[in-house]
């Protein structure tokens, strides 16, 4: 386990690419590399190894950590559908044998794994109970029911009542099934939901692409499903992936440019760099600047979190005050040495 996850992050590594995250196996409820890490007699009669499977993960993450300590390690469950029961069941196993990790993976198909309000309290509860941050690492909608007249496999999704209420296989259906579930993770209390990952945007049904590796010819049943048409053309889905627009409530999920605008507890913070994660006002020295109101003559409140050039005006105590050089952070009046001069 050691060996194989680490040449491969190292190969990455030579090629000048850094993995942000890795996951240490896919949808391992019931555990991996059966029947030794197993969760429960699947592969055979011997029952739970969950004491070999904690050393397989920890195993994974020492792998990760040593080819980059900064890479986040994921372990990645399924079926929110069966109750949270059977989530934390899971992790409540592996955390009693102090097996490390990063982040909380889900995987999340609709018409699948319940109701977003399913998906919702998972997030919540999981972020909760584990202290860490929790990302949809796989998620799709078909934007038909079609098959690719091309492929040899049916399509996976493909009949009218598989489909979730109010979410037709359309390319809107799509986009709009993509955007709930995002906003879902970002909203979930606790702000723990970091995002949500689209599997496979890519997997359209072109030679070379299909299920077995070993055969170009092979099918694809999922092609209905991808951000791609049948002609390889983007999807209105993909837009959904950008960074939410200014001007909205912040979310921890969120990626920011600078000088994006949101709302955080009734007050209003535009980013002076990129950003994502960091909670606008909680630090004086975040990427977030307070946006304030003029008052009548002109001139904002000051504020910790706003930069300041030489000739900004702020008001605070009841003057004016004029800023000499750049300055961030530094209270107007507190010494005669600092960058305010009082206005008269």
């Known amino acids: 386990m050691y060996e194989h996850t680490h040449e491969v992050l190292s190969a990455l590594a030579d090629a000048g690419i850094t993995a ?25 009669d011997s029952g739970a190894h969950w004491d070999d499977l904690a050393a397989f993960l920890t195993a994974g993450y020492d792998a990760v950590k040593d080819v980059d300590a900064s890479t986040q390690t994921i372990l990645h469950l399924t079926n929110i559908n069966n109750g949270i029961g059977s989530l934390t069941w899971w992790f409540d196993e592996v955390t009693a044998r102090d097996v ?30 584990y202290d860490r941050d929790v990302v949809v690492v796989e998620t799709a909608y078909p934007f038909t029911l079609e098959d690719d007249t091309d492929s040899s496999w049916e399509n996976v999704i493909d009949r009218e009542s598989e489909l979730v209420q109010g979410y037709p296989a359309t390319i809107a259906g799509q986009a709009a099934a993509l955007r ?33 590796p070993e055969d170009p010819t092979s099918g694809n049943a999922w092609e209905n499903q991808a951000l791609f048409d049948f002609d390889g053309q983007l999807l209105a889905g993909a837009s959904e992936l950008a960074p939410d627009a200014a001007d909205s409530a912040w979310s921890r999920a969120a990626v920011y440019d600078t000088g994006d605008v949101v709302l ?45 050039d030489t000739g900004d005006v702020v008001s605070f105590d009841g003057a004016y005050w004029t800023a000499r050089w750049w300055t961030r952070n530094q209270q107007p009046g507190s010494t005669p040495y600092g960058p305010w001069v009082r206005t008269p």
Not at 111 to 117: A, K
Not at 266 to 285: E, F, M, N
């Open 264 to 308: 955080h507890d009734g007050a209003a913070y535009r980013a002076g760099w990129w950003t994502s994660g960091d909670v606008p006002g909680a630090s004086p020295w975040s990427a977030w600047q307070s946006v304030a109101e003029s008052d009548d003559e002109g001139s904002a409140a000051w504020s910790t979190t706003t930069v300041y």
């Open 20 to 44: 942000d995250y890795v996951q240490v196996g896919n949808e391992i409820n019931p555990g991996m590399m059966a029947p030794y890490g197993q969760t429960w007699s699947f592969a055979d």
């Open 100 to 129: 490390p990790f990063d982040v909380v993976g889900l995987s999340y198909y609709g018409y699948w794994h319940g109701s977003l309000g399913d998906l919702q309290d998972a997030v919540t509860t999981l972020s909760d109970r």
């Open 180 to 212: 709930a579930v995002q906003d879902t993770v970002a909203s979930a209390p606790g702000g723990r939901g970091i995002g949500s990952v689209y599997w496979e945007p890519a997997w359209t049904d072109a030679a070379g692409n299909g299920w077995d």
